[in-house]
Structures are given as C-alpha cells and as structure tokens.
C-alpha cells in the first residue's frame, strides 16, 4: 500500500458477538455466584491492586511468600482467559459483528482508494476482528495488514493486560514491561500519521488510562482530520475522546448509529454538554 493517506480501526469487545463470555467463564470458578463482564472488570481491578499493594512492602519472607501467591494467580488466570478465548475462537463462538464490513467499507475506505495505508489496533485478546479484517481488505486491496494488540493476545497469555493494569508494573519483568510497553509505543507512532480514525465497539473506558494517554499522545498530530466512533451510546464515548483531543488542533468528531451508519451526529464541544 502506497503512502497516500492512513486510516486507523480501533476495535473493541462490541466488535466481537459473545467477547465477554470467554472471559467470564474462566473466572467463574474463582467465584460462588454468576457473574457478568461488569463483575469481571472489577474483579480484574481488585486483583491488579491487590498485586501493587503486596509489591509496595519491603522485599522480606512474609510478603515475598504472599507476592508469589497472588502473581502466580494471575498468571494461572491469564492462561484460563487465553484457553478459554482459544476454543471459542476456534468453535465458532466468537465472530465478529456483521457491522464491521459497513464500517470498513463506509468509514475506514469510504473513497475506495485502493492504495490507502490502513492500522489495526485491537483492544481485545483474540484475533477473530483481525482474521476478519484482513480476509474483508484483501478483496480489494493489496499488501499485507498487521494488527497491533494493544492488551496483548491469546498469541502469548503471559502478556495479556487486564483492567487497570500499565506498562510498568511492579510485579512484571523487565522483559516483559519492554516487549508491553514496545506495543504501546508502536501505536502511539502509528497514529501520528493517520488522517482519518475510527472507533469501533470500543467504550475507552475510564479504568484502561494507559490506552487513553496513547492515544491522546498519537491524536495530537496535524495530520489527523476526523475521528468517527461507532458504538450505541456514541455521545459518551464521543465526550471521553474530546478529553483525548488537543484544543489547538480542529478534528471533526462524528458519531454513528450502530446500525445506520448514514445517522450520524457531529460532536462540537457544545453538542457533547448537552
């Protein structure tokens, strides 16, 4: 793909039909009643601080023995989550929402320029909106896409990053804080150049701020000219990426029906309070 122009897909859980229940199911047996993906974001969040708190103590026997315990956890959780994402992928459970071929094709590319440069940023662990991107471009377009998981991937569950979690943890590895924090630096460079980003499916919720700051870092370029997010409730998720957006800079921010692309609303600042 030539260098003409750079379009950027965000993707998150609501690209994905049955994203959560993967993930659900390998915390369910940790826990006596059923639970939801809102219960599984707190859980997450607990248990990333709960893991900061024990690494703050002095390096002594007591609080190393309680440190491994609650890191080897983890680690045991993460490989649940990736088999558990594995399988569904691999059964048909998860498959992407029939919308993102709309959004590609209408937002992503809506000129059809088939030397378009294009970034995939997936929020997710698993790979299907990657195969399905991937297998949707590659009818028209040329050359090769390589998605940039942000929060890691069931390619290697060591590195998959929970709720809440940053690149420089305490409890992480100086490997693994460098290979975590070289994906974030990519995204971040990647978006410095794009002209056109579309959010979809994705909430960028308040508990992942390490997400938020890269992307504010890779939106404060002078190339980028609009930003269309795709979600039901775009006018919340509209008003966060306002926060993300440099006030010296003029980025047209537009929201759209999730299931009617041509419904859209653009955010002015004034049109967000209301």
Known sequence: MTETSKS???VGAGAVQHAWSPVIRAIQPDVNFLIDGDSANSFF?????LLRWWYSFPDEEHTRTI???HLDYLNLLKSRIAQELSDARNSGELA?????YDVIDHLLVPDGNKNANFMLVNTNWDTVADEATRSHLIKTHDGELYPLHIHGSV?????LYLPSELTREPYRTP???QQVGGI???????LEDASRVVIYGLSLSPLDAELLQTLAAGFSNDNLAEIHVVVPDHKLVAGRVRLLLDPRKTVKLIGHDIDDLSKEVVYTPSEIAR
């Open 175 to 177: 490997g693994e804080e």
């Open 184 to 190: 974030h630096n990519s995204i971040m460079r990647g």
């Open 8 to 10: 950027v897909l965000i």
């Open 155 to 159: 390619d290697d569950h060591r590195l």
């Open 45 to 49: 969040a607990r248990l990333i601080y």
């Open 96 to 100: 992407v929402r029939p919308q993102l």
């Open 67 to 69: 440190q491994k315990q």
